[in-house]
Nanobody, 115 residues
């Protein structure tokens, strides 16, 4: 099992910002697409963003609407999600995932946006 470790979640007010990080093993990080998902209790896990190994191609869920930016630093084996203009409906557990089809997930980091 691959160890993916998220960090950076927390409590923020509406309109605020947070930057999430996901650290992965060096041996696999630079050659894999990485992705962020989020989940609210009782709902299906939702795609947030993905980034290809080179970082050239980035995709986002439609709800992002230009507010989030996914990035990666292959030298540090770390992926990031910069979240700006946060809304209460962004409140969720955020997970990083190895690729878009694997069952390799991190433990999650909680993001709570207060109104």
């Amino acid at each position: 099992q691959v160890q993916l470790v998220e960090s950076g979640g927390g409590l923020v007010q509406t309109g605020g910002s947070l930057r999430l990080s996901c650290a992965a093993p060096e041996s696999i990080f630079s050659i894999n697409t990485m992705a962020w998902y989020r989940q609210v209790p009782g709902k299906k896990r939702e795609f947030v963003a993905s980034i290809t190994p080179s970082g050239r191609t980035r995709d986002y869920g439609t709800f992002v609407a230009g507010r989030f930016t996914i990035s990666r630093d292959n030298a540090k084996s770390t992926m990031y999600l910069q979240m700006n203009s946060l809304k209460p409906e962004d409140t969720a557990m955020y997970y990083c995932r190895l690729g878009l089809w694997s069952e390799e997930w991190g433990q999650g980091t909680q993001v709570t946006v207060s109104s």
